[in-house]
């Protein structure tokens, strides 16, 4: 039986054919995705090391299996171990409290002394160094405009090691080593490589704006841990998922999996465990600070997209039509409610307390509401909390020397000088012959390589996404966008460059997936790979010395003025 071309079925010539969407962006790269078996786009094996690899390292084919599933692990376990290093070494120096801190840590310690944070003494910082001990906690509440999620944490450390320091930091230095772990792992399955999983969490361990966080009491770090720890159990979630709809769908005579359209628009799911973990971490992540509910919403659509996407996979002829019917209504409720749940039980100091501030205020101020029947004063005192914060946060339009504008994240236009100091010669590491003083600082900005590449990385994944159809590049473009784009909102509140803090990690998978892509397709010819791994071995090494060159200023290691100067690469850095 001959086919038939399209012309004579239609009765008239193809050019007179309007061409499809596909056809129309072949002309800016839009190609389609090489056939596959069903089962393998359902869920995609993990690329493994040519045999040309092993065969040269004399290892054999069962062994050669054994050392992949054990550098799954250990690739990651390394990488996280120097991480850990960098960011532990010396952690409680300089021994001051810096920038933000002032408020952090002893919010943290009041939280977990008594349950709410207390109203400090001015100039209470320095009798905090001499000695802790001798400092009593304040029993007068304190007005806090954040959540208590992040400084029940930071007071985790400071229980564990004391109220200095090194007690107040350590947890974000564990949070931040962590995440590099994470990181790596996150990255194999987004891309089935332990190779490019484990670049991206090497660039995160690099990262200087990631690197400071780490070793500072600020909240952000702590908002990032939770955001990307959702972001990979949602990753999971959708691997389950798929993994489920593969296991019911039919298979030939020859085993080989068949898309079956009743299968697709009909299953349960049922029971979505990593879903309902994601759930409980983003609302941990609101219960850090409040921009956690934009990544919240935008997990949200991202999660619901790749429900569509693995029922059209399968086979469903109206695959939103299948989602809104059997999907919509647990993704809402394994989520919202159980983050909104999570967040209030957060408060749970300030609940069973009575001594928080506004705690009293339904009994006292609010005692005329008409709303005083329905819901218990605690819950009418917090709603009256969270109203006066939102209005102070939208309000803060106050002017900070470092302050800086959304835009200019991307480019480090404007980072933060946490601490500063310049000893003089002889003292405080300012070495005894210079011939002027030092400059000892601890500078919130990224490794400038990484995020510059990370510029021309961020094109190349929204150009992946639109025209190549690739749902990894749109997660990592979704993970950006929810930890950046609100703060576009909000262009006149006062902002800084560490909130970026949260999507380095999303940047970080954009540059690993842009190196992949320089490293060439499988299949390519050794010329093409040997100069593709010439030029991503060049930026990564690029990386590594950028941060090495610029780890005085990450640390406040005390360093000649010339020197400091040197590394103030642009004039808004100083």
Same mark, same amino acid.
């Given at each position: 039986?001959?086919?038939?071309?399209?012309?004579?079925?239609?009765? @008239?010539?193809?050019?007179?054919?309007?061409?499809?969407?596909?056809?129309?962006?072949?002309?800016?790269?839009?190609?389609?995705?090489?056939?596959?078996?069903?089962?393998?786009?359902?869920?995609?094996?993990?690329?493994?090391?040519?045999?040309?690899?092993?065969?040269?390292?004399?290892?054999?084919?069962?062994?050669?299996?054994?050392?992949?599933?054990?550098?799954?692990?250990?690739?990651?376990?390394?990488?996280?171990?120097?991480?850990?290093?960098?960011?532990?070494?010396?952690?409680?120096?300089?021994?001051?409290?810096?920038?933000?801190?002032?408020?952090?840590?002893?919010?943290?310690?009041? +939280?977990?002394?008594?349950?709410?944070?207390?109203?400090?003494?001015?100039?209470?910082?320095?009798?905090?160094?001499?000695?802790?001990?001798?400092?009593?906690? $304040?029993?007068?509440?304190?007005?806090?405009?954040? $959540?208590?999620?992040?400084? *029940?944490?930071?007071?985790?450390?400071?229980?564990?090691?004391?109220?200095?320091?090194?007690?107040?930091?350590?947890?974000?230095?564990?949070?931040?080593?962590?995440?590099?772990?994470?990181?790596?792992?996150?990255?194999?399955?987004?891309?089935?490589?332990?190779?490019?999983?484990?670049?991206?969490?090497?660039?995160?361990?690099?990262?200087?704006?990631?690197?400071?966080?780490?070793?500072?009491? +600020?909240?952000?770090?702590?908002?990032?841990?939770?955001?990307?720890?959702?972001?990979?159990?949602?990753?999971?979630?959708?691997?389950?998922?798929?993994?489920?709809?593969?296991?019911?769908?039919?298979?030939?005579?020859?085993?080989v999996l068949r898309p079956d359209a009743r299968v697709a628009e009909d299953l349960r799911l049922g029971w979505r465990p990593w879903r309902i973990a994601a759930g409980l971490l983003l609302g941990l992540?609101?219960?850090?600070? =409040?921009?956690?509910?934009?990544?919240?919403?935008?997990?949200?659509?991202?999660?619901?997209?790749?429900?569509?996407?693995?029922?059209?996979?399968?086979?469903?002829?109206?695959?939103?039509?299948?989602?809104?019917?059997?999907?919509?209504?647990?993704?809402?409720?394994?989520?919202?409610?159980?983050?909104?749940?999570?967040?209030?039980?957060? *408060?749970?100091?300030?609940?069973?307390?009575?001594?928080?501030?506004?705690?009293?205020?339904?009994?006292?101020?609010?005692?005329?509401?008409?709303?005083?029947?329905?819901?218990?004063?605690? #819950?009418?005192?917090? *709603?009256?909390?969270?109203? @006066?914060?939102?209005?102070?946060?939208?309000?803060?339009?106050?002017?900070?020397?470092? @302050?800086?504008?959304? #835009?200019?994240?991307?480019?480090?236009?404007?980072?933060?000088?946490?601490?500063?100091?310049?000893?003089?010669?002889?003292?405080?590491?300012?070495?005894?012959?210079?011939?002027?003083?030092?400059?000892?600082?601890?500078?919130?900005?990224?490794?400038?390589?990484?995020?510059?590449?990370?510029?021309?990385?961020?094109?190349?994944?929204?150009?992946?996404?639109?025209?190549?159809?690739? #749902?990894?590049?749109?997660?990592?473009?979704?993970?950006?966008?929810?930890? =950046?784009?609100?703060?576009?909102?909000?262009?006149?509140?006062?902002?800084?460059?560490?909130?970026?803090?949260?999507?380095?990690?999303?940047?970080?998978?954009?540059?690993?997936?842009?190196?992949?892509? +320089?490293?060439?397709?499988?299949?390519?010819?050794?010329?093409?790979?040997?100069?593709?791994?010439?030029?991503?071995?060049?930026?990564?090494?690029?990386?590594? *010395?950028?941060?090495?060159?610029?780890?005085?200023?990450?640390?406040?290691?005390?360093?000649?003025?010339?020197?400091?100067?040197?590394?103030?690469?642009?004039?808004?850095?100083?």
């Amino acid at each position: 039986m001959t086919s038939t071309a399209p012309e004579a079925v239609h009765g @008239q010539d193809a050019p007179d054919q309007q061409p499809g969407w596909p056809q129309r962006l072949r002309r800016f790269g839009y190609a389609p995705g090489a056939a596959t078996g069903l089962r393998e786009r359902l869920v995609p094996p993990y690329t493994r090391p040519s045999p040309r690899v092993w065969a040269v390292l004399g290892v054999r084919e069962a062994a050669a299996e054994r050392a992949e599933r054990v550098l799954a692990w250990a690739g990651p376990l390394l990488v996280a171990l120097v991480a850990g290093v960098l960011r532990f070494w010396h952690l409680g120096s300089p021994k001051a409290v810096i920038f933000d801190e002032t408020y952090y840590a002893k919010d943290a310690w009041a +939280l977990v002394r008594q349950g709410y944070e207390g109203a400090w003494p001015k100039d209470i910082d320095k009798s905090i160094l001499a000695d802790p001990g001798a400092v009593p906690v $304040p029993t007068e509440a304190g007005y806090v405009v954040h $959540p208590p999620v992040g400084k *029940w944490v930071i007071g985790l450390g400071e229980q564990l090691f004391g109220f200095d320091p090194f007690g107040w930091r350590f947890m974000t230095a564990l949070l931040g080593t962590l995440s590099v772990l994470m990181l790596c792992r996150i990255g194999r399955r987004l891309f089935r490589s332990t190779f490019l999983g484990c670049l991206a969490g090497a660039l995160l361990a690099v990262d200087g704006l990631h690197f400071v966080m780490s070793r500072t009491a +600020l909240l952000d770090l702590v908002l990032m841990f939770f955001v990307l720890a959702a972001f990979g159990a949602l990753l999971l979630d959708r691997d389950w998922s798929r993994r489920r709809l593969a296991a019911a769908l039919p298979e030939d005579e020859e085993g080989v999996l068949r898309p079956d359209a009743r299968v697709a628009e009909d299953l349960r799911l049922g029971w979505r465990p990593w879903r309902i973990a994601a759930g409980l971490l983003l609302g941990l992540a609101c219960g850090t600070k =409040w921009n956690g509910l934009y990544i919240l919403a935008a997990f949200c659509v991202m999660a619901v997209l790749w429900d569509v996407g693995a029922r059209r996979t399968a086979g469903a002829v109206q695959p939103y039509r299948a989602v809104l019917r059997r999907d919509l209504l647990p993704a809402f409720v394994s989520t919202v409610p159980l983050a909104i749940a999570t967040y209030v039980a957060t *408060w749970t100091g300030w609940i069973v307390t009575s001594g928080g501030y506004y705690r009293d205020w339904a009994e006292k101020d609010g005692r005329g509401s008409s709303w005083s029947w329905l819901f218990p004063d605690w #819950w009418r005192s917090l *709603w009256h909390y969270e109203n @006066q914060v939102y209005e102070f946060h939208v309000n803060l339009t106050s002017g900070h020397t470092y @302050q800086s504008n959304p #835009w200019s994240w991307i480019v480090l236009g404007r980072p933060v000088s946490y601490f500063y100091e310049d000893p003089a010669p002889g003292t405080d590491g300012c070495p005894a012959d210079a011939t002027e003083k030092c400059a000892r600082e601890v500078l919130a900005i990224g490794t400038p390589v990484l995020w510059w590449a990370a510029c021309f990385a961020l094109l190349y994944v929204l150009w992946r996404w639109v025209f190549k159809r690739d #749902w990894r590049a749109g997660a990592i473009a979704c993970g950006v966008a929810a930890g =950046w784009a609100p703060w576009f909102l909000y262009q006149e509140r006062t902002i800084f460059l560490f909130y970026a803090v949260v999507f380095v990690p999303f940047l970080c998978l954009a540059v690993a997936l842009m190196i992949g892509a +320089l490293l060439g397709p499988p299949g390519s010819d050794e010329r093409r790979r040997t100069i593709g791994a010439v030029g991503a071995g060049v930026l990564v090494l690029l990386v590594v *010395w950028n941060f090495i060159y610029f780890w005085p200023i990450y640390t406040g290691t005390s360093i000649p003025m010339d020197e400091w100067r040197g590394r103030m690469w642009l004039d808004t850095w100083v």
